[in-house]
């Protein structure tokens, strides 16, 4: 028998121990901050479903992000709000819509921190859903070219990165043909590559004032019951031309983090999603848990799991955490 030579607590004795042999590591450098911008002035709009966070107006903006690298993060993900919605979704891909201004306020006040911007026509689209419609089904082959000219106008706007979430098949390579066929050979994309469909969307749906009119959106984002099938995604996605592939959401599939960081060897980012934030933060209100405690356990889970970044609504929170341990 190995006890009593084997005592697996000596390490565990004192914090600074605990520190020493730590296997996993947060960083507020591998966190992405998610941002809602919505049109107007003046205005910071608490989103009630997610305590916390705001629709906040372009003036409000360049504030917001100074803040965030203030506390260490180097990056951002860019969420329009716009006031006027079409069938088309065409304030997607319009030069002056909120996301390519926000873009070019941020890159020309704070040109170091990274910008990233969602490319899914949903936010603009008066039905909600990420693609066109026609009788009712969402149709693949005609959104692509809508969203070549969305992840074109961002990235001549100034983004650093394009990140594909609507989940049509081909759209990396389509965005990927966009971008080089216009010189952008340098920006890289970040594909939702195992985008599940989920209820965890919810409270976002709510921020974002964009979920669908009718139906939901099973016949394009991914069912929960398959894991072979985010591994075949993932792996289209990366011969398709991405650089960074998403599993979303995160903590529910904690195993297609870890599946994914064995056959992929690039970048894995992992976004955690409005309902997780939402669970932890309305959990804290009513006394039911220890907020910081679940905010970090959590967020070490998904690290743990092989992601290399981290989309997380409690970017900031956590980045304040870490710099009063350091």
Not at 68 to 88: C, H, N, R, T, Y
Not at 148 to 157: C, D, R, Y
Not at 199 to 217: E, L, V
């Amino acid at each position: 028998m190995s006890f009593p030579r084997d005592r697996l607590r000596r390490l565990r004795e004192t914090s600074s121990l605990r520190r020493l042999v730590r296997e996993t590591h947060l960083a507020p450098h591998r966190f992405i901050a998610p941002i809602f911008v919505a049109e107007g002035k003046q205005l910071r709009e608490e989103i009630l479903s997610m305590p916390g966070q705001y629709r906040i107006a372009l003036d409000q903006l360049i504030a917001e992000i100074r803040e965030i690298k203030a506390l260490g993060i180097s990056a951002v993900l860019l969420f329009g709000v716009p006031a006027q919605k079409d069938e088309e979704g065409s304030g997607a891909w319009d030069p002056d819509g909120i996301v390519p201004t926000s873009v070019k306020m941020i890159k020309q006040a704070i040109p170091e921190i990274l910008v990233i911007t969602d490319v899914c026509i949903d936010e603009y689209t008066s039905h909600g859903h990420c693609g066109l419609v026609k009788d009712g089904r969402i149709l693949n082959d005609e959104t692509l070219p809508l969203l070549q000219k969305m992840a074109l106008v961002h990235a001549q706007a100034g983004a650093d990165i394009v990140a594909p979430s609507d989940m049509m098949d081909g759209r990396v390579q389509a965005v990927r043909k966009e971008l080089d066929t216009n010189g952008f050979f340098d920006i890289p994309i970040m594909a939702y590559a195992a985008k599940y469909a989920s209820s965890f969307y919810a409270p976002f749906r709510d921020a974002t004032q964009a979920g669908p009119m009718f139906g939901d959106r099973q016949s394009y984002q991914m069912d929960a019951a398959n894991s072979r099938e985010a591994m075949r995604e993932i792996r289209t996605d990366i011969a398709e031309g991405a650089d960074i592939v998403m599993v979303k959401p995160a903590l529910p599939y904690l195993d297609i983090i870890n599946r994914a960081r064995q056959v992929a060897h690039l970048p894995i980012a992992a976004y955690q999603v409005s309902g997780e934030y939402s669970m932890i933060k309305a959990a804290a209100q009513k006394g039911w848990d220890d907020e910081e405690g679940a905010m970090m356990e959590s967020l070490l889970a998904i690290r743990r799991a092989g992601a290399d970044l981290i989309i997380t609504y409690f970017a900031k929170e956590a980045a304040r955490l870490l710099q009063r341990e350091e």
